[in-house]
C-alpha cells in the first residue's frame, strides 16, 4: 500500500509541476492520467480483499 501511495504522490507532483510551467502541459495531462489509473488500481485491489 506505502508503494501505491508514493506513486499518487509523484503523479500528483507531475501533474501539479505541469501546471506550474505552461511549457509542460503535456507534463500535467500525463500526471493526471497516471494518477487516476494508480488510484483505480488501488481502489480495485482494496475492494476485493474485503470481499476476501
Known amino acids: 500500500m506505502g508503494l501505491i501511495v508514493g506513486l499518487l504522490v509523484i503523479w ?24 487516476v489509473a494508480t488510484a483505480a488500481v488501488a481502489w480495485f485491489r482494496n475492494r476485493g480483499s474485503i470481499r476476501s
Not at 18 to 24: A, M, T
Request: aromatic share 12%.
Open 12 to 35: 500528483l507532483v507531475l501533474a501539479l509541476l505541469g501546471f506550474v510551467v505552461k511549457g509542460l502541459l503535456w507534463l500535467a495531462i500525463i500526471g493526471i492520467v497516471l494518477f
